[in-house]
């Protein structure tokens, strides 16, 4: 048996593409190792307790249930829209939960492994209540930035242990904290240094995860203070005044919701959690890994409990090639930007997978998307798929299945790719390997020229047509995890149910196939749609970006002197094929001349713009713009929207500076 849970959740934003980093790789996994006959059960819920939904709820006069209920809604419906499906999604703040929580909390108090300790914490004394984590900010005592109260999130990124940080003061009023005695609990940490380097030794998982994992095992290992002063949480057993700090109470989620789950599929959970009689795989954000190979681990070993087997940490992600920043508007939201959009899920769940190795960063970009999707999805895989399946159905409708031995060959040769690249978390190369089949699929329906050779040879071209199919059937089967909705209608066509399938299955080659009429099984994304989907996130980036600058500083004569802004002459001018808004520049600007690739098409006509002055940002890095490489920047005023060009009041030469 085994178990694959998802990092949990937080109940308190909506879902963005950051999270998916995580959910559609842990259930193309978990679909891939159902097609290999595997016995799993996939868990997940939403993590509900802790600071911020207490301030969140607060700020908008909802209680932290009503709060968490919202946000809890909002990931079922993005994950069944998603087609990730959990075997039992969960919600911390559940009764069940509760009891496992404080079941595990007292094992740890039994076995010795909770202490208390009278530590001082920072007081409100105008809102007259203890300051847990994020009701309190001061300066972080390691680098004197900014900091919250339980982590330096401006700074150095250190983890603050209550009563850490530096002239505190209160969030919610702003009144500067003094510092009281209270009494507290700890876990003992750091009595497993030594159980810790033995288990991360021995431990699997992705190599970004374990490394990490291994340099942190080497230096202190602390306690941890596992108590806070909220009304929402986990009640602490030893004192009801207290609830259980949330990175205690958030993991035990994947037992109390394999409880649930065991409940539904009449197994029991005891076997997994207590017996160890499972394979326990964790797919979690690389932010997380400290929780999940040092915390977590050490809790269930001092409250007798299974091990996790493996942990597979994703890359971060960025979007257009900057830091994933919401604030920023670097963002791309689940719901709005995508699934509002109509795009198929499909579409998203393999540039997910496809884009890059798990554990390296994922770069989100409309246009990169756009092109995978079109020039690979469609272009390679829906075509193969389609042409095969419409001249099947139209020429014969019933297939006689005589299969090339090299065919077969090749769908064995895909299947084992796959099957190796999952056992070690490389999602892509499974990905690129049905890519692949199909890529040969296509070389060999297009050589052996069906079309052509049923005019002299009806039974030879049932047989390209055969062997041409069993490649679609394979592919129905080996493309299903990652494109589950796209290959359960092609599989249901050539009479297949890939739900019921396995990987050995795709080279079993039953006598006759019979193919129904087929639909095209992806649609292609138009440039209409792509510069809309853009159009939105510049609008967020430019919104948040001048908001900030409202309330950021001025910059000195020093950093504007790094700006290397010269007139330069346009020598050439066309309109960029495929783009309402983009035009391409070649631009004498004295030393050289440089291609740029501005937004004016909307309002110059190349005519307009061929021998006149343009103000150029020459040393801005160059950027590729529907791949073509823009080497600078031409500057522009934005008049209600549409950009009007900067010239100089006189006749100047190309190259002279803008000072």
Same mark, same amino acid.
């Given at each position: 048996m085994k178990l694959v849970?998802?990092?949990?959740?937080?109940?308190?934003?909506?879902?963005?593409?950051?999270? %998916?980093?995580?959910?559609?790789?842990?259930?193309?996994?978990?679909?891939? !190792?159902?097609?290999?006959?595997?016995?799993?059960?996939?868990?997940? *819920?939403?993590?509900?307790?802790?600071?911020?939904?207490?301030?969140? $709820?607060?700020q908008q006069g909802l209680k932290p249930e009503e709060l968490v209920g919202i946000y809890h809604e909002h990931f079922q419906k993005i994950f069944k829209e998603l087609d990730i499906e959990f075997d039992y999604y969960g919600r911390t703040d559940s009764g069940y939960h509760h009891e496992r929580t404080k079941e595990i909390v007292q094992r740890l108090l039994n076995n010795g492994y909770i202490y208390p300790k009278e530590i001082e914490l920072a007081y409100c004394p105008r809102c007259e209540r203890f300051l847990p984590d994020r009701y309190v900010e001061g300066i972080c005592p390691y680098c004197g930035a900014i900091a919250r109260g339980d982590e330096c999130d401006q700074g150095c990124g250190k983890h603050l242990e209550p009563g850490e940080i530096?002239?505190?003061?209160?969030?919610?009023? *702003?009144?500067?904290?003094?510092?009281?005695?209270?009494?507290?609990?700890?876990?003992? %940490?750091? $009595?497993?240094?030594?159980? !810790?380097?033995?288990?991360?030794?021995? %431990?699997?998982?992705?190599?970004?995860? %374990?490394?990490? $994992?291994?340099?942190?095992?080497?230096?202190?290992?602390?306690?941890?203070? +596992?108590?806070?002063?909220?009304?929402?949480?986990?009640? =602490?057993?030893?004192?009801?005044?207290?609830? @259980?700090?949330?990175?205690?109470?958030?993991?035990?989620?994947?037992?109390?919701?394999?409880?649930?789950?065991?409940?539904?599929?009449?197994?029991?959970?005891?076997?997994?959690w207590i017996d160890g009689n499972a394979e326990i795989t964790h797919f979690i954000g690389l932010d997380i890994v400290?929780?999940?190979?040092?915390?977590?681990?050490?809790?269930?070993?001092?409250?007798?409990?299974? !091990?996790?087997?493996?942990?597979?940490?994703?890359?971060?992600?960025? @979007?257009?090639?900057?830091?994933?920043?919401?604030?920023?508007?670097?963002?791309v939201w689940v719901e709005e930007d995508y699934l509002k959009s109509g795009l198929n899920p499909d579409y998203l769940r393999y540039y997910i997978v496809n884009y890059t190795s798990h554990q390296r960063d994922l770069n989100f970009s409309w246009h990169v998307f756009r092109d995978k999707v079109n020039?690979?999805?469609? /272009?390679?895989? *829906?075509? =193969?798929?389609?042409?095969?399946?419409?001249?099947?159905?139209?020429?014969?409708?019933?297939?006689?299945?005589?299969?090339?031995?090299?065919?077969?060959?090749?769908?064995?040769?895909?299947?084992?790719?796959?099957?190796?690249? +999952?056992?070690?978390?490389?999602?892509?190369?499974?990905?690129?390997? =049905?890519?692949?089949?199909?890529?040969?699929?296509?070389?060999?329906?297009?050589? &052996?020229?069906?079309?052509?050779?049923?005019?002299?040879?009806?039974?030879? /071209?049932?047989?390209?047509?055969? &062997?041409?199919?069993?490649?679609?059937?394979? !592919?129905?089967?080996?493309?299903?995890?990652?494109?589950?909705?796209?290959?359960?209608?092609?599989?249901?066509?050539?009479?297949?149910?890939?739900?019921?399938?396995?990987?050995?299955?795709?080279l079993q080659i039953p006598e006759y196939v019979v193919v129904g009429k087929p639909d095209v099984p992806f649609e292609r994304i138009d440039d209409e749609k792509m510069e809309e989907l853009e159009g939105i996130m510049m609008k967020r980036i430019r919104d948040n970006t001048e908001g900030e600058m409202k309330m950021d500083e001025r910059i000195g004569i020093e950093e504007f002197q790094k700006l290397d802004i010269r007139i330069g002459r346009v020598v050439k001018a066309e309109k960029v094929k495929g783009s309402k808004k983009l035009m391409r520049l070649e631009v004498d600007i004295g030393s050289e001349i440089r291609q740029v690739v501005a937004g004016i098409a909307g309002e110059y006509e190349p005519g307009q713009l061929e021998g006149e002055p343009v103000v150029v940002l020459a040393n801005i890095k160059p950027a590729k713009l529907m791949g073509m490489e823009s080497d600078g920047m031409i500057l522009a005023a934005d008049v209600n929207g549409k950009p009007v060009l900067l010239k100089p009041e006189k006749d100047v030469r190309p190259g002279a500076r803008v000072r």
């Open positions: 849970t998802c990092g949990l959740p937080y109940a308190n934003g909506k879902a963005h593409i950051g999270h %998916l980093r995580t959910y559609i790789p842990a259930d193309v996994y978990v679909r891939y !190792l159902r097609l290999k006959g595997e016995d799993v059960i996939f868990v997940c *819920g939403s993590d509900s307790h802790g600071t911020p939904i207490v301030v969140n $709820a607060e530096l002239e505190p003061r209160c969030k919610i009023c *702003g009144t500067p904290a003094e510092y009281r005695k209270q009494r507290h609990y700890y876990f003992r %940490l750091s $009595a497993f240094k030594e159980f !810790l380097e033995k288990y991360i030794s021995d %431990l699997r998982g992705t190599e970004n995860a %374990l490394n990490y $994992a291994k340099e942190w095992v080497r230096g202190e290992l602390r306690d941890w203070c +596992i108590t806070r002063n909220l009304e929402w949480g986990v009640r =602490f057993p030893e004192d009801e005044e207290l609830v @259980v700090y949330v990175w205690v109470d958030a993991p035990i989620g994947y037992i109390s919701f394999t409880e649930k789950a065991c409940e539904k599929l009449e197994k029991d959970w005891k076997e997994i400290y929780h999940h190979c040092i915390f977590w681990p050490a809790m269930l070993k001092g409250a007798d409990y299974a !091990l996790p087997d493996a942990v597979v940490a994703s890359g971060m992600v960025k @979007v257009e090639g900057r830091k994933f920043s919401k604030s920023r508007g670097y963002v020039n690979e999805l469609i /272009a390679t895989l *829906g075509n =193969f798929i389609y042409r095969v399946m419409h001249f099947a159905w139209k020429n014969f409708g019933k297939v006689r299945m005589e299969v090339d031995g090299e065919v077969v060959n090749r769908i064995r040769k895909a299947k084992e790719t796959i099957e190796d690249a +999952i056992e070690r978390w490389e999602f892509k190369e499974a990905s690129d390997a =049905f890519m692949e089949l199909a890529g040969f699929g296509n070389a060999f329906f297009q050589s &052996s020229k069906p079309w052509e050779v049923i005019k002299r040879d009806r039974d030879e /071209a049932e047989r390209t047509i055969a &062997s041409a199919l069993a490649v679609v059937r394979a !592919l129905a089967v080996l493309a299903y995890p990652v494109l589950p909705r796209s290959m359960k209608a092609v599989a249901e066509t050539v009479g297949m149910n890939p739900e019921n399938a396995t990987l050995e299955s795709v």
